[in-house]
Each structure stands twice: as C-alpha cells, then as structure tokens.
C-alpha cells in the first residue's frame, strides 16, 4: 500500500480515537477530547505535531502519531495533559495502526517519514537555533525495538505510572 502523510485534522478525530481505544488498556487511552486538544494544539504550534498516514488510494487514515510539547527532557505525567507551546522536546504519546494493517512495517515507515520531516524542519529553522531539540516518549518493553530501529535510545524504567504496566523512557536526540 502506498501512504501520504498529512496532518491530522479534526474531520480525522473518530477514526483516530477509534484506533487508539482498540490500541491501548482504557486506563491508558487518550480521550477524544484529549486528541481534539493535541490536533488544535498542532494546528497553533505545527502541524507536524500530529501526523496521520492515509492509503493513498482512497485517503483513508490507516495510522497516526500525536504529541505534546514540553520543556521536560522525558515524557512526565504533567506531559500526558499539558501543551508547552514553547517547549522544545516532542512528547510522542500514540503511535497507533489499524487493526487491519499492522505488521505491514506502516509504523516504522510513519515514524521514520516524521523524523526525517522534523530533521528538515530543523535545519531551515536554523538561524534561529533548532525548533525542536528532542523526541521523548514511553514504550511498553515490547515496542522498544520498533523506536530502537527508527534512532530512538532505551533510557531505562520511567518513573511515569499510567496504566497497569511500566513503561520505558526512550528519546531520540534532533
């Protein structure tokens, strides 16, 4: 399957809020209203903040990511409900697929497709200093691999508690 990658939109917001309820434990899911907040927090801060992959054929969202901004250097609790516009380090809190496309590699190629598009921003915002100076996030063990893969490092435990199970900090340096 070919993919686009575009910004999320608010029309996108049932079909992304579909996706991260079949992909986390409902204590960790995002609200819909949490992800109505992270689209409009992207659509003032940068659109690249919450990206969707769509099937080329028929624009249909087959994965997305969102973010917050923080001035933090990890993913923190306050991080999960609080956007720092001036922040410069992405807290990527969902990477989630469709159901009827995963292991297709479609996350791996969304995340390396937004990193390259954060390194290009970067670099023309380079007489100002850099816009974002890092990626930060929390993995379940089992995912570590796929961030390892696309340039993130494994940190250790987080001292993060959301859900029943503990998470992995893990960051990728701009």
């Not at 292991?103 to 190629?109: D, L, N, S, V, W």
Request: charged share 25%; aromatic share 8%; hydrophobic share 35%.
């Amino acid at each position: 399957m070919k993919l686009i990658y575009t910004p999320a939109t608010l029309d996108d917001l049932d079909i992304i809020h579909q996706y991260e309820k079949v992909s986390y434990h409902p204590d960790e899911a995002a609200s819909k209203e949490q992800l109505e907040k992270r689209i409009i927090y992207a659509s003032e801060s940068g659109p690249e903040l919450f990206t969707v992959a769509r099937n080329k054929n028929d624009q249909q969202v087959v994965a997305f990511l969102c973010t917050t901004l923080s001035n933090a250097d990890f993913v923190i609790e306050e991080s999960m409900s609080v956007h720092e516009p001036t922040g410069k380090t992405i807290c990527l809190h969902s990477v989630c697929v469709s159901p009827d496309h995963r292991q297709q590699g479609i996350a791996r190629k969304l995340l390396s497709k937004w990193i390259e598009q954060l390194r290009y921003i970067n670099s023309v915002n380079n007489r100002h200093g850099k816009k974002y100076n890092r990626i930060a996030l929390l993995s379940r063990p089992m995912l570590v691999g796929l961030y390892e893969r696309v340039g993130f490092k494994k940190i250790g435990i987080s001292k993060v508690v959301h859900g029943p199970d503990p998470w992995i900090d893990c960051i990728l340096d701009l």
